[in-house]
Nanobody, 122 residues
């Protein structure tokens, strides 16, 4: 079993930055690909970013490409999402997930955190 806990969300002005962290415990963290997803009120969950278990590859949604960076530190059992140039449309609950397959599909992930709120507003 893997337990995931996100932190780092909050209120930020447009153009600002936040760094989200997702700490994992339980089974060996390095065995899993990791993803970040987000969900705004009234919207479906959408893919944000993913990273392979060894950090050999990353993938980003077009809406965040060039602004967000996903990274991981397997020694610390932690995955990060650095968010720069934030826009109001980035407002959502951000959730990290772990799975066997590096993918944009939520169904590919089997362990999920509870999420952290990110609000971008002036």
């Amino acid at each position: 079993q893997v337990q995931l806990g996100e932190s780092g969300g909050g209120l930020v002005q447009p153009g600002g930055s936040l760094r989200l962290s997702c700490a994992a415990s339980g089974q060996t963290f390095s065995l899993y690909a990791m993803g970040w997803f987000r969900q705004a009120p009234g919207k479906d969950r959408e893919f944000v970013a993913a990273i392979t278990r060894s950090s050999g590859a990353t993938d980003y949604a077009d809406s965040v490409k060039g602004r967000f960076t996903i990274s991981r530190d397997n020694a610390k059992n932690t995955v990060y999402l650095q968010m720069n140039s934030l826009k109001p449309e980035d407002t959502a609950v951000y959730t990290c997930a772990a799975g066997v397959i590096y993918s944009r599909r939520p169904s590919s992930y089997v362990y999920w955190g509870q999420g952290t709120q990110v609000t971008v507003s002036s």
